[in-house]
């Protein structure tokens, strides 16, 4: 008997391979436990079958290398985080208590990059709410996994940032 949501492989939608040509990623501004769960996340948990079972100890995993597939990669033109409001703990789910007002659109192509600028803005508001001190290594571990084979850049260092106030 073949598994196919509980078992060992994952498969793209057909949505993904057969019925768009460009994908326009929209993602909430929002954490998860000390990192966030954005444009990587959100392509890569919404692409795959198995998501379940991909959430475990295949999550840094699942985010950075689905991405990597040509049926998805080539095809995301736009990342769109909402960082209207966001959440900076007890993410990702809705917990009104640790809502705040980002004022913030993160825009990019580059959704390891995007991610990247959305981890910063919602670590500094977790420091300057006393649920951090600093950045972990751990929390960016999907977004330097991701950049290793090539569809993005993790390193902030080699990201423009343009930041237009309204």
């Given amino acids: 008997m073949n598994q196919v949501n509980g078992g060992k492989y994952s498969y793209f939608t057909k949505i993904v391979t057969q019925e768009v040509d460009k994908i326009i990623n929209i993602p909430i501004l929002k954490n998860a436990g000390a990192t966030v769960t954005l444009a990587l996340k959100n392509l890569a948990g919404g692409s795959v079958s198995n998501t379940g079972r991909l959430h475990a100890k295949l999550w840094n995993e699942t985010c950075a290398q689905v991405c990597t597939f040509a049926p998805l990669r080539d095809k995301v033109v736009l990342n769109i985080v909402d960082g209207i409001r966001g959440c900076f703990n007890g993410g990702p789910g809705a917990n009104p208590q640790f809502f ?11 959704a390891v990059a995007v991610d990247r600028i959305g981890y910063d ?8 709410e006393g649920f951090q001190k600093e950045g972990t290594e751990r929390a960016l571990a999907f977004m330097l996994q991701a950049e290793e084979p090539g569809p993005g850049v993790a390193d902030r260092t080699k990201t423009e940032l343009r930041e237009v106030t309204v």
């Fill in 100 to 110: 705040c007002d980002y004022h913030t659109i993160i825009t990019g192509s580059d």
């Fill in 121 to 128: 803005i919602v670590l500094a508001n977790r420091i300057a």
